[in-house]
């Protein structure tokens, strides 16, 4: 069985502060994919990264940055100086053999200037 | 990446009909997806389309309630039958792509379908 668990339903934060996004997944795979999307209030789904599990280096993209731990199965995402447009529901997700995406529940992030 | 459309952006249906959704995507892709957004919710995958052979379900979801059809390697249509309002969601499909970092799913915009 696999499972996503994004234990945080909401965040509010004022602009520019940071603010990290928690993940926690279940998987019995050896190769996995976990994923994080964001989901504006207009509704599409926006990709953000990919991180397959062999692959623990942490990364950083501008203002966005993830932190990979295996020993926790965790993948959390940090927003560093968060913007207003920030805000957005984020998805966790992951990705066993199969191809098949499992989301987390979401958490919306409300970021207040 | 790709470019995916789905027809229509949005509807309102009444109870008992049904509602087919078109998905069509720019590149021709093996494997295309359908997601359900339930109102305030995750996604969760209804079924794996890939061309020439059936789709493939999830529990929960079977096919006389979400007929899938994938006619060819860029289209894919989704029919919710028979809906009631618990049917009410967002219907996304999505494609998976090789990109230069790997495998990447890309989705459309979305179906909004109320049911009254």
């Known amino acids: 069985a696999q499972k996503v668990t994004q234990a945080q339903t909401e965040i509010s934060v004022v602009e520019k502060e940071d603010v990290t996004l928690d993940c926690v997944y279940e998987t019995r795979d050896t190769t996995y994919y976990l994923f994080w999307y964001k989901q504006p209030p207009s509704g599409e789904l926006v990709f953000l990264i990919r991180?397959?599990?062999?692959?623990?280096q942490n990364e950083i993209s501008g203002r966005y940055s993830w932190n990979f731990q295996k020993s926790t199965s965790s993948f959390n995402f940090t927003i560093t100086a968060s913007q207003v447009v920030d805000s957005a529901v984020y998805f966790c997700a992951l990705m066993e053999y199969g191809n098949k995406l499992v989301f987390g529940a979401g958490t919306i992030l409300r970021v207040k200037s | 990446s790709a470019v995916i459309s789905q027809k229509p952006s949005r509807d309102i249906c009444q109870r008992g009909t049904s509602l087919t959704i078109q998905c069509q995507v720019d590149s021709q892709v093996t494997m295309m997806f359908w997601y359900r957004q339930q109102p305030g919710q995750s996604l969760t995958l209804i079924a794996t389309?890939?061309?020439?052979?059936?789709?493939?379900?999830e529990s929960g979801f079977v096919i006389d309630k979400f007929p899938i059809s994938r006619p060819n390697l860029t289209f894919s249509t989704l029919t919710v039958s028979n809906m009631s309002p618990e049917d009410s969601s967002i219907y996304l499909c999505?494609?998976?792509?090789?990109?230069?970092?790997?495998?990447?799913?890309?989705f459309g915009p979305g179906t909004r379908l109320t049911v009254l």
């Open positions: 999505s494609v998976e792509l090789e990109v230069d970092r790997g495998n990447e799913q890309f």
């Open positions: 991180r397959n599990s062999f692959d623990e």
């Open positions: 389309a890939n061309q020439g052979s059936e789709a493939t379900y």
